[in-house]
């Protein structure tokens, strides 16, 4: 069974930081691109961050260039998200997401992680 599951999120100070962390099973890991969505009340689903296979090479929303970094460890099976200077526009369910380098059609989603970004 193919599973994502978001860990790391929660209630933060404007200014804080949270690490977002999802692990994953039941495909090659190594073998997919990985990528962080945010979804906000009322929004559409918006590209966070993403990274290669390999890890070689990473791409930010312009929002989030400077605070957030993605990284993973194919080791682990593992993709984090590391959130600095938290604003309250951050405010949303994160998703993690894995798409095939060979057969783009084979994506799959976690179920998401509330961040939340209030004083």
């Known amino acids: 069974q193919v599973q994502l599951v978001e860990s790391g999120g929660g209630l933060v100070q404007p200014g804080g930081s949270l690490r977002l962390s999802c692990a994953a099973s039941?495909?090659?890991?190594?073998?997919?691109?990985m990528s962080w969505y945010r979804q906000a009340p009322g929004k559409g689903r918006e590209l966070v961050a993403a990274?290669?296979?390999?890890?070689?090479?990473?791409t930010y929303a312009d929002s989030m260039k400077g605070r957030f970094t993605i990284s993973r460890d194919n080791a682990k099976n593992t993709v984090y998200l590391q959130m600095n200077s938290l604003k309250p526009e951050d405010t949303a369910v994160y998703y993690c997401?894995?798409?095939?380098?060979?057969?783009?059609?084979?994506?799959?989603w976690g179920q998401g992680t509330q961040v939340t970004v209030s004083s």
């Open positions: 039941g495909f090659t890991f190594s073998s997919y691109a």
């Open positions: 997401n894995a798409r095939s380098t060979t057969i783009p059609e084979y994506a799959y």
């Open positions: 990274i290669t296979s390999g890890g070689r090479t990473t």
